[in-house]
């Protein structure tokens, strides 16, 4: 969910540049490198009003190759956080149990329910269940028959759904039920995460107390907890697009077809990774009006590779904010580098 109060921004780069002007940024600066310079367009400096540029590879004749953020008052900052990069991890659960002495009875049904969330309508949800029932006879059935059984009826019930889900496979004794990474479309899809509890449960067909009521010998254990990460390409893909509604086209897809094509450019991939710092502040209003105008400024630090050396630039950012608000606003501390 993203909610940047009345204006989100994003700048996005991977490297901090080493010119000190805006001028000298404009003509000189490679494509995708960043910079926090004053709003005067001179170096960073305790106190001033300052902003972030972005180099870009756009036409320089129109003006077209570097993107800036708005002013950001040292005084008027609330709060800045930073967050290394950490990779999207799928939740796993294990139903286990099938090997308990006695389980595998005769006349006795089996039951894994994957319950997930509706990712049309969060309020509801499904279930998507595998079965397996025992024989007549004690004996005509094993352990591993019997999971083997369940397994098979679980994987036909996700191909059916499309089998983008989950992935169910044996695993030693159990079955392991492991959630899949979800796509994202920008502006449509934003493929967040997989929401689902996995119970395991047997029956007796023919129940001696008439009852029919869960045996209580499967178990179900989180082998993964699951972490949705920190600046990962789906996400940044996804607030790229949602902020820059607020600069480049706030009524954008309302003409369809006239507007087919989307003219906004944008610099983040799927298969980025970023460290992410971001600055909440306001703007006070002139008029008698006590509300505050806040915004919220992103910027992305692109990282090559998952390291802890891939951290010296952000901390070069981090370090440029530092000169521009000295005491006005608390700036965090620097990302291990080593």
């Not at 940024?25 to 305790?46: M, Y």
């Not at 679980?154 to 695993?171: I, P």
């Not at 087919?260 to 992410?276: C, E, I, W």
Request: aromatic residues 10%; glycine residues 10%; hydrophobic residues 40%.
């Amino acid at each position: 969910m993203f909610g940047p109060r009345q204006v989100g921004e994003i700048i996005v780069g991977n490297a901090v540049a080493t010119e000190t002007t805006v001028a000298t940024f404009v003509t000189s600066a490679s494509d995708k490198e960043i910079k926090v310079l004053s709003k005067d367009g001179t170096a960073p400096t305790l106190g001033k009003p300052f902003y972030l540029l972005q180099k870009t590879a756009g036409d320089a004749a129109k003006g077209l190759n570097y993107e800036f953020s708005d002013k950001v008052d040292p005084r008027y900052i609330e709060k800045i956080t930073v967050k290394a990069y950490a990779p999207e991890v799928a939740r796993a659960i294990k139903i286990d149990g099938f090997n308990t002495a006695g389980v595998a009875a005769a006349k006795r049904t089996y039951e894994v329910d994957i319950r997930v969330e509706n990712q049309i309508s969060p309020e509801n949800f499904e279930n998507i269940q595998g079965y397996y029932v025992t024989g007549q006879v004690l004996g005509s059935d094993t352990a591993t028959t019997i999971r083997d059984g369940v397994l098979a009826s679980l994987n036909k019930n996700l191909l059916r759904r499309g089998n983008s889900e989950f992935t169910a496979v044996a695993d030693g004794t159990g079955i392991l039920i492991t959630e899949k990474i979800q796509n994202n479309v920008p502006g449509k899809i934003d493929g967040r995460k997989l929401y689902f509890t996995v119970t395991g449960r047997v029956f007796e067909n023919v129940p001696t107390n008439g009852q029919g009521s869960d045996l209580g010998v499967l178990t179900s254990t989180v082998t993964v907890g699951g972490n949705p990460g920190n600046g990962t390409g789906k996400w940044a893909t996804n607030y790229e697009w949602f902020v820059k509604g607020y600069k480049y086209d706030a009524d954008r897809l309302v003409g369809y077809p006239a507007d087919f094509g989307d003219r906004v450019p944008y610099y983040t991939t799927k298969a980025g990774l970023y460290n992410v710092i971001q600055i909440i502040y306001f703007a006070p209003r002139n008029e008698t009006s006590v509300e505050r105008q806040y915004k919220v400024l992103t910027i992305l630090v692109e990282k090559s590779a998952n390291t802890l050396a891939q951290n010296a630039n952000t901390n070069l950012v981090l370090a440029d904010i530092r000169t521009a608000v000295g005491t006005l606003a608390v700036v965090p501390a620097d990302l291990a580098v080593a």
